[in-house]
């Protein structure tokens, strides 16, 4: 690494001195401002950052400011690498990188250890795992992939349930570029080296700028490319993905080579001023935004803020800069990035403790305001302080001690929290079976008996891991056709198959593999899950979005063209609100085909949702709280929509596993000392578990398999 930096090191040594480039400068010394400062970008900072929040706060809508931060970070790091090369200054990499994180991690770090101490006070246990693994992601600057991975969904209009780390990801992908760029500058300062050798006067006489335009102009365009292709197909992963963004960072660094070049006269200035202005602010109100972004959508607020960058200083009191320059937009600018990286944890965690979905306009205000203090108590006390420290610019070695000591900070109160958890949670798994009966409390021998004292089953630490588990995907001759279906899963065939069955439907035809698995490997069934989120299985009905209609179409011809024995589905739907239960639309319609054909259908009755996530009800209010027993009359329907189907389809055998979930009345978030619910309407794995012997019961009755 070493030998690498020294010899980057020498590339960026021009033999001809230039002129320094015009345009502003890094934010690292904001207490004396340089000639070269344009307060007109610190006030785009300011203005940016302010519609980040209110855009989260109010709107619940992407505003294009994370956009116009991106572009700003590029071109002022273009300009400071451009000046230093142009100047004939030598760098090393190393502590430049290490110089870079000195400054950014302390007012990440205390951000972090407030969000720590503001879940342990107001999140409910079951978020404390995904908020320590977002610790270590936003730490790392990863957090974009963490979110990516697991695919967030950035817009949703109930940020109570958001992780207040979420806004990391932004944060992460700067910070994986501040790494890469200087690499971009190191080897087109290399290329520059070895043209100037060149035989061809052409390319000999090229600039290192015209090397930098060559290298940025090829990042921005393939970047761009692949950004609309990935946003068209997989949006919610695009957002977050560093390669859709490139090319946001490209254009800000194209800026800054481009700008010595750019010289607008006054009236140009300020028409490109105020246009630019104009379409930054309006960008997430006159577009529909959110499902476009990063794609071409995203040139509307970075191209708006370009043209606010090359407007510059008009000389004319009409200029945009007037207003951008003001002070106290300037002082906003100052305190733009604590302020970014404190709005979002305030936001969030302000609405989980009030247990609102979103703020009202006074609260709103407040959140602001607090956000606003927060944000100038960091700058103020640990930013400024540590960035003016003298001691670690002395030595690189003690450059990386501040930064090494960063990291520790934070890593030694997450990975002791980590430990705890893990603890606990292994606690709980190791109790006696007889202490957590769950649903087997409900069966009629062990009606009124008293469950024992016990931990509640899932610690809330595993509840992630709540989901049922299906084996693999389809082999053999399972494997689909159809590409809609490429997520066809199924159970480990086994030696002998006695019976083959396909289960259709949603996540609550998911939830009951935890029962229908073990029973099927017993009595050696062979099992395929053919399984779409929100896309309850029946015939075309327009009260499916065309997405569903087209799985189950494939899905139903999947299963006329396998014939297994039987298929599995859920024959009712539950709702949040009223009405509690209605039929499936379109089930019966749907079901007839397979039934005519000579197979068996099973139709379960679904269970409960609600307006409230159950475990978490639990873990604010205790088990026995009314709000966490919900009566069963707001749960269920009072005559159950399988009754309606009855006698109507030949082959089609109903279940109703209703009293094993809800009982006496009420529909109870634990039962048996193991948690019914995951989340607001799907049951966990261990509570499916505990109902395997009423499950196998009642299905082998109901259809007369042996």
Known sequence: MDA??????????????????????????????????????????????????????????????VDIFLLISAFLLTLSFVRKVENGQSFNLLPHWLHLFKRLLPAAVVVLLGVLAGTWLILPQSRWPEVLDQAWASLLYRQNWLLADTAVDYYAQDHSGASPLQHFWSLSIQGQVFILWPLIFA???????????SRWIAVRNLGYRSVLLFAFAGIFVASLIFSIDQTAGNQAYAYF???????????????????????????????????GLAAMLSCGLVLTVDRSFPGYVALWPTLAAAAIIVAGQSGSRLGVDRLLGWKPLVALGDNSYALYLWHWPVLVLALAGAG??????????CIVGASILLAVLTT?????????????????????????????????????WQTSITADEAAAAAQPRELTPGAAALAPENAGKATPAARIIPAPAAMKKEWADIDGLCTDENVPSDPMLAGCLQNTKPEQVTKRIVVL?????????????????EHGWEVVTLLKGNCRFGAESPERDEDCNAFNRASAGYVMEHRPDAVFTVASLTHAEAPFETDVPGYLDGIRQFTDAGMDVVGVRDN????????????????????????????????????????????????DMSDFICAGGICPAVVGNVYVYKDDNHLTKTYVQSMVPMFEQRLLAATGWT
């Open 4 to 65: 690498l930096v020294n010899r980057c090191e020498r590339f960026f040594v021009p033999t001809a001195r230039t002129a320094p480039a015009p345009g502003p400068r890094n934010e690292a010394t904001l207490a004396g401002r340089k000639p070269t400062f344009r307060p007109e970008v610190q006030g785009l900072r300011a203005l940016a950052v302010l519609m980040v929040v209110t855009y989260h706060v109010w709107l619940g809508r992407v505003s294009g400011g």
């Open 187 to 197: 080897g087109a300062a290399l290329a520059w080296r070895l043209l100037r050798r």
């Open 241 to 275: 993905d560093t390669r859709t963004r490139l090319w946001e960072f490209a254009l800000g660094s194209l800026l800054a080579l481009a700008l010595p070049y750019l010289k607008p006269g006054k009236a140009l200035r300020i028409v490109l001023g105020w246009s």
């Open 356 to 365: 609102i979905p979103s703020p009202g306009l006074g609260q709103g205000l």
């Open 380 to 416: 103020r006390f640990v930013e400024k302080p540590l960035r003016e420290w003298h001691w670690p610019k002395l030595r690189t070695r003690r450059a990386a001690v501040v930064v090494a000591a960063c990291c520790a900070v934070l890593a030694g109160p997450v990975a002791v």
């Open 505 to 521: 439907g949603d996540s609550h035809a998911q939830q009951y593999m935890a029962a229908l698995g073990p029973i099927a490997k």
């Open 608 to 655: 409960p949702r609600f307006s409230i996530n159950m475990p978490e009800c639990v873990q604010k209010h205790g088990a026995d709280a009314p709000e966490c027993n919900v009566p069963v009359n707001e749960s269920l329907a009072e005559s159950s929509p399988l009754d309606s189907y009855r006698g109507k389809v030949d082959g089609l055998h109903l279940m």
